[in-house]
Nanobody, 124 residues
Framework: QVQLVESGGGLVQAGGSLRLSCAAS????????MGWFRQAPGKEREFVAH????????YYADSVKGRFTISRDNAKNTVYLQMNSLKPEDTAVYYC?????????????????WGQGTQVTVSS
């Protein structure tokens, strides 16, 4: 099993940056591909980014491509989401999640473990 804890959320002005972290427990962190999702009030949870178990491949939602960067440090059991050029529409609770799938997936039900989420609020 993997337990995930997100941190790094907060309030930022439009155009600003934040870096989210997701710390994982367990010795098998490097066996999991990781994803970031977000959920705004009244909306469904949506895919943001995915990174392979090795960190060698990444995949992004079109809405964040070129602004967000996902990375991981397997020695620290941590995955990151660097968010630049933030927009008010990026406001949401951000979740990290772990999956055993080899191929990138945007489907929430294909992720097996989830963190509790961290709030990101972007003011205009």
């Amino acid at each position: 099993q993997v337990q995930l804890v997100e941190s790094g959320g907060g309030l930022v002005q439009a155009g600003g940056s934040l870096r989210l972290s997701c710390a994982a427990s367990g010795r098998t962190f490097s066996s999991y591909a990781m994803g970031w999702f977000r959920q705004a009030p009244g909306k469904e949870r949506e895919f943001v980014a995915h990174i392979s178990w090795s960190g060698g491949s990444t995949y992004y939602a079109d809405s964040v491509k070129g602004r967000f960067t996902i990375s991981r440090d397997n020695a620290k059991n941590t995955v990151y989401l660097q968010m630049n050029s933030l927009k008010p529409e990026d406001t949401a609770v951000y979740y990290c999640a772990a999956t055993t799938r080899f191929t990138p997936t945007m489907r929430t039900h294909e992720y097996h473990y989830w963190g509790q989420g961290t709030q990101v609020t972007v003011s205009s």
